[in-house]
């Protein structure tokens, strides 16, 4: 069972996500909040295994509260899915910089926040390739996020390093097969190494740091 909590200061966005899994039987909603503060209390109370966290809400809002979850060692199993009302937020990579293992439009189809749940249930991260290219564009052009390479960066194979690049300009393990002409297999045993190696906690962190390194073109 996926045990869920939804943070949002709209009554509407908590009503509908509570709608919707009340039919599924391998999620539960363990806790709604309405801002980051008792988002942050919620999670330490019910240890939820993904939390969808609204990025802007009062009293705390939800990068803040995002942070002291993944600080947190007895919350090691909890993911946290950013809520956005648009994919062009200008927090997106600091989200990502601080922990998101995605992120979900709140206009979406019903199926991806179901899939969302699941997926990083599951220890993956949620990045659409749209996302993934927004992150590279704000790194690009934003000064305050200049380079700053991860010290196990040259630990990494060129191969791993090549891969890890692709991860980090959207591409999905099949399309980096097809154009590396490797095995979709060899691809996540080079995705896992470079995960291992640069200790990223998913894909999403993965795709921050190989970005902040300059593997990407």
């Known amino acids: 069972m996926i045990r869920l909590l939804v943070a949002d200061d709209q009554a509407l966005v908590r009503m509908g996500v509570r709608v919707l899994v009340e039919g599924e ?5 363990v806790g ?10 919620l999670t330490r109370a019910h240890h939820p295994d993904v939390v969808l966290m609204d990025i802007r809400m009062p009293v705390r809002d939800g990068i803040d509260a995002l942070r002291e979850i993944v600080a947190d060692p007895r919350l090691t199993g909890t993911r946290v899915v950013m809520l956005t ?3 062009l937020d200008e927090y997106v990579f600091d989200s990502l910089a601080a922990g998101a ?4 439009v709140k206009d979406g189809e019903t199926a991806e926040l179901l899939h969302a749940v699941r997926v990083v249930a599951e220890g993956e991260s ?6 993934t290219r927004r992150v590279i564009a704000e790194f690009a052009t934003a000064p305050r996020h200049r380079a700053d390479p991860h010290p196990g960066i040259r ?3 060129e191969r791993e390093a090549e891969v890890a690049g692709l991860v980090a300009e959207g591409m999905s393990n099949t399309e980096i097969a097809d154009r590396l002409f490797l095995s979709p297999a060899t691809v996540r045993t080079h995705v896992g190494r470079a995960m291992l190696k640069l200790e990223a906690r998913d894909r999403a962190q993965l795709v921050v740091f190989a970005v902040r390194s300059g593997l990407t073109r």
Request: glycine fraction near 6%.
């Open 25 to 29: 039987d391998d999620i539960l909603l």
């Open 155 to 157: 630990t990494l194979t």
């Open 126 to 131: 949620l990045l659409s390739p749209s996302v």
């Open 85 to 87: 009302t648009f994919e």
């Open 32 to 41: 709604e909040a309405t801002d980051g503060e008792q988002a942050l209390e």
């Open 101 to 104: 293992s995605g992120f979900l």
